[in-house]
C-alpha cells in the first residue's frame, strides 16, 4: 500500500482537460511539497511539476499543479496523445523521514 | 549537456551485494544533490535515498537504512549506491537522477536529469 493514494486509471480524448488526484496526510502532502513525474513504461520518469505547482523548464503550460489540504492534483489541458503514460505523484513524508511515491495513475488517451 | 550514465545490468544471488555507478557531466558536480529510484517489475517508483555531493551527506529511505550506502566521487563527478543482503524483492530498474535545483535540500528533492536505469536481477 502506498502512503500517497492515486487513482488506478484515468482517461480522457484528444482535447480533453483530465485531472489527475493524489491524496495523502498532514505529515507529508499537508507539510511538504508535492512534485509529479510523467513516465512512457520502459523510460526513465520525467518531472512535471516541481514545488506543487510549478512547471519545470521544457514542461508545456498545458500541464499544471495544484494542492490544497492533505491533497493534491495535477491536470492537464488540452490532452494530446503523447500525454498517454504513468503519471506518480512524491512527497516528502515528516513521519517517514523520505520521500513517498503515490502508486501512480496510468493515463490513457482515447 | 547534463548527461548521467549508469553502469550496466548486473545479476546477483540472494545474500550479495550490488554497487550501481552513476557517472555525471555537463555541471558542477558539488552543486546539486541526486537521489536513487527503484522500480520493480511492472510495479511504481520507490525512493531509496539522497546524497548531497557538496556535504557529503545522505538520506536513506528508512527500509533500506541498514542495507544501502551512497557515496560521491568528486574526482571522477561520480556517484555511487551499495546495496547489500540482496534478496528477490531487490529485483528492479535502479535510476539516479540530478535534483532541479542548485543547493535543494533532501525535503525539496526532485529528479530533472535521470540516468538510464540499471537492472538489478537477484536470482538464485
Known amino acids: 500500500q502506498s502512503v500517497l493514494t492515486q487513482p488506478p486509471s484515468a482517461s480522457g480524448t484528444p482535447g480533453q482537460r483530465v485531472t489527475i488526484s493524489c491524496s495523502g496526510s498532514t505529515s507529508n502532502i499537508g507539510s511538504n511539497f508535492v512534485f509529479w513525474y510523467q513516465q512512457v513504461p520502459g523510460a526513465a520518469p520525467k518531472l512535471v511539476i516541481s514545488?506543487?505547482?510549478q512547471r519545470p523548464s521544457g514542461v508545456p503550460d498545458r500541464f499544471s499543479g495544484s494542492k490544497s489540504g492533505t491533497s493534491a492534483s495535477l491536470a492537464i489541458s488540452g490532452l494530446r496523445s503523447e500525454d498517454e503514460a504513468d503519471y506518480y505523484c512524491?512527497?516528502?513524508?515528516?513521519?517517514?523521514?523520505?520521500?513517498?511515491f503515490g502508486g501512480g495513475t496510468r493515463l490513457t488517451v482515447l | 549537456q547534463v548527461q548521467l550514465v549508469q553502469s550496466g545490468p548486473e545479476v546477483k544471488k540472494p545474500g550479495a551485494s550490488v554497487k550501481v555507478s552513476c557517472k555525471t557531466s555537463?555541471?558542477?558536480?558539488?552543486?546539486?544533490?541526486i537521489i536513487w529510484v527503484r522500480q520493480a517489475p511492472g510495479q511504481g517508483l520507490e525512493w531509496l535515498g539522497w546524497i548531497s555531493p557538496f556535504h557529503n551527506k545522505t538520506v536513506y529511505a528508512h527500509i533500506l537504512q541498514d542495507r544501502v550506502t551512497m557515496t560521491a566521487d568528486t574526482s571522477t563527478t561520480t556517484v555511487y549506491m551499495e546495496l547489500r543482503s540482496l534478496t528477490l524483492d531487490d529485483t528492479a530498474l535502479y535510476f539516479c537522477?540530478?535534483?532541479?535545483?542548485?543547493?535543494?535540500?533532501?525535503?525539496?528533492?526532485?529528479?530533472?536529469?535521470w540516468g538510464q536505469g540499471t537492472l538489478v536481477t537477484v536470482s538464485s
Open positions: 555537463g555541471y558542477t558536480f558539488t552543486s546539486f544533490p
Open positions: 537522477a540530478r535534483d532541479y535545483r542548485v543547493g535543494s535540500t533532501v525535503t525539496a528533492a526532485e529528479g530533472y536529469y
Open positions: 514545488r506543487s505547482n
Open positions: 512524491v512527497a516528502w513524508d515528516d513521519s517517514l523521514s523520505g520521500q513517498v
